[in-house]
DNA sequence: TTTCCTTTGAAGCTA
DNA sequence: TAGCTTCAAAGGAAA
């Protein structure tokens, strides 16, 4: 959302961060954002399989009363005491859950690049500052850079005995493209290194590749040749995000030619002119960018040959064939979403995406404004960095890349016809009224998010006026359909006001996704101001002062939901 | 094997 | 310019 800086500036648009997402009746404070996320989680896979279990049954407000006690209570002791325990324990490792720590910037904040270790091998502080920095554009699969208090994927959570590549991954690690301590000839510093424990031993070892980060990772032949140093840039999580083709490290010692490269590679993203995009796609550093992928959508590292080119001015249909895929740089959420999946999907054993999705939605707008200015701030720096690998392309460029959906190709559906379909398949992925409660609880964020994130790192303030939806009862039904937006419009249209076609009724379904119901969720932020504002959002961010704002939106926010908020529920049933 | 689902945000397109 | 569409990641589910 446009950053409305009108209003002093000041957040005004924080006050997702402050409404937590409570099971009803709970009353008592927010422990901690850890719990509360366990809490969605659990409430995620409740919700989700009492939808399957009740689905053609129960009314929404029975399913609502009935869905606590749909939990045993052992298993609610018992998921209560790992929520406690596992926050103390997480309190204690210095807050691994906590906010991730982002001090500040990494273009302000690199003050020696080309020299970041100090005569001892040491990491010098300043670079071990930056190190600490998400790097947009040097992406350090280094997990290793997390912060050393992060726990181990050991003891990050008991129920996943798989390493969580995640959890041993920096907050940020997916923006830290490029570090020069990961590219050092040495083994880097202790403190820094990628040593993770085994599960099976508990003796520290050198994270696979597979465990590292895939953003900017190297394809697998490259992964065999290359030893420790580029093993930081490895995949994380199997697929590779961004992938080095064969060939893209020529230097026999990879981590030196990249280290080389490094400065320059800095210099030139931060230097006032802009650096002409690398022959074949690759950087200068010969490493090409994460978003250099190739022709096919989920394309493989050894796709990419040497004669493809990030951009022919007018390539014809083979050649465009060929043409490796530029992918669009990741958005601030995005970035968040690569960085937090492993850690919900480590708390739970939910592995579907779509679930995860939601969650992570919601963890998303329950972040502060702040830790999310970082991520915005980021997806920026991200932005700037492919903008100059890639001056020429464009979004644009990847428009028609995907098979279309069926649904786009059902145009002459209307809204009633949308309407139903939605309620079919919206089902699946809603956990009840943790859901719906979960967009009310975030609007914040859309707000929050700028409209353009120079705007936001000016002023990270949330713009008022967004914080409308808040606390819209509205927010309170359930998502339709997933991909609603696209069918949505056609209603959003005709309504006018999304709001009052989607809140018709709790069957129809208003989408948190579908962009042209924001103004119910609020889930989306440029739009909003235009939109009607809605009563709850003049009350929550019009008249609450930013500070206190926080607890009054907090307050609000529990009684409407406490109010009307399992009512508006709806199942659908398949 | 392909597409869907689900999330938010950025950018492109359209009227 | 407002509003809508597409794509970005991810991986299980469904077709």
Redesign the pocket.
Known sequence: ?PQLNGGGGDDLGANDEMISFKDEGEQEEKISENVSAERDLDDLKSSLVNESENNSSSSDSEQAERRPQTRPDLESYEKARDYFSEALRRQQDGGFFKSPHYPGYPFLMIPDLSNPYLSNGALSPSARTYLQMKWPILDVPGSGLKDSRSPTPGHLSNKVPVVQ?AHHVHPLT?LITYSNEHFSPGTPPSHLSPEILDPKTGIPRTPHPSELS??YPLSPGAVGTIAHPLGWLM????????SIPPGGFRHPYPALAMNASMSSLVSSRFSPHMVSPPPHGLHQTGIPH??I?SSG??QEPHDMSPSMHAKSPVPSKKEEDKRP??????????L???EM??KV?AECTL????????????R??SLSREE?AK??EL??KE?QL??QLYPG?????????????????KPDSKPEDFSI??KK??????PSEK?CD??AS?HS?????????SA?LASPAAPAATHSEQAQPLSLTT??????????????????S?SSSSSSSSSSSS????????SI?G?????????PIPFASLHHSMLSPPSPYHQAALHSHHALFQSQPLSLVTKHNN
């Open positions: 959302m590549h997916p895939p953003y995949p994380q999580q199997g697929q590779p995000m961004y994460p978003a992928v959508i989920k895929h530029i992918k669009k740089p990741l958005n601030a959420f995005m968040y979403m690569k999946r492993a999907v592995k579907e995406s779509a679930a995860i999705n939601q969650i992570l939605g919601r998303w707008h999310q991520y915005y997806a920026r932005r492919h903008s392309w464009s979004a644009r460029d990847n428009y028609g890349k995907r098979k279309k959906r069926k649904r786009d190709n379909r939605s398949q919206c089902v699946q992925y809603l859901m979960s967009p975030s964020s859309m707000l929050d998010s700028p409209a353009t994130p936001s998502k339709p359909e997933g991909r609603m937006h696209h069918h949505y419009s056609l209603a959003g249209k005709a309504s006018g999304s989408s948190s996704s579908s962009h042209s119901h924001l969720h889930s989306h932020s440029t739009p909003i101001l235009s939109r």
